[in-house]
């Protein structure tokens, strides 16, 4: 594994990053999902991410239970608030911002987080209030960096004008061939605010897996087949973005990769990448995911792939 200084905090994450949404506490065997964890640290994955919202607290819970025991100082632990937890608890104001990291940290059974995200932007709070509650968790030692994810431009800007409160060093945005959106404005602002992303999806649901035959149903251990997981990955099933992913993989085997490989290689080819987060349904899926960080891809590979990622988001507009 290799890792990657996260923005301008002193935190160094693994360039691959284990996920659990829909994984963790939800669409797998909890056994399952705590085998995950445990195999993604032997191979050096040292970074985990989950949020409140993941099962409403059951992905929480499971990385604090396969976590027990690991010395705390051999991962990076990041979770998010904002989504809707019941009986009212949503949103960033500064009361949801001190109730839920004290309910996170409870359920992953450690006394702070390396990384507390905004899950997505509350126009309904003032962003002073949310910055000031963000910061008082950080000063309080409950967290040690903050971030947030799918942020718009303007939110990142208003958020860095806020004097006197922590500054944000991550952000976590959708990216993929199949997805590039942040490269526009996201991305250079990040980069020149010491802020690194932290990218989800970068395989597109399992799409740039190439697992699924655009003329076959899906595997039936796959995502696509599962009834809880299923509807995250719905919008990636349009036959000619399934097309792209099989005209991909020649590209793949011609740089001596799977596609999942080097797919994730052309994220990490960003320079603001941190780190890409991956889901596993079962341990071995690691395996080959975590080779991606010693590929040595042609750019002119990765450009034909771009060309053929493009097309595919034209036709299927």
Known sequence: MKYRQLGSSDLMVSEISLGSWLTAGVGVEKDTAIANIRHALDL????HDTANVYGRGAAETVTGEALAGVPRDSYVLATKLWGDMGDGDQGLSAAQVHKQIDASLKRLRTDYVDLYQCHRYDPATPLEE??????????????????????????IRDALAIPGVEKFVSSQPQYS??????????????????????????????????????????PADSRAASDSMSGAISRWMEKPVLMAAQAMKPLAAEAGLTLAQFALAWVLREPNVASCIVGASRPSQLDDNARAVDAKVDP???????????????AAR
Do not use: H
Not at 44 to 47: A, V
């Open 44 to 47: 050096g994955i040292t970074f």
């Open 177 to 218: 061939l199949l997805w590039r959106r942040p490269e526009k404005e996201v991305i250079p602002l990040c980069a020149a605010n010491g802020i690194s992303q932290i990218v989800w999806s970068p395989l597109a649901q399992g799409v740039l897996t190439g697992k699924y035959d655009p003329d076959s149903p899906p």
């Open 130 to 155: 949310t910055m000031q509650a963000l910061s008082e968790v950080v000063r309080a030692g409950k967290a040690r960096w903050i971030g947030f994810s799918e942020w718009s431009p303007d939110n």
């Open 300 to 314: 002119a590979l990765f450009a034909e792939a771009e060309k053929i990622a493009a097309a595919a988001r034209e």
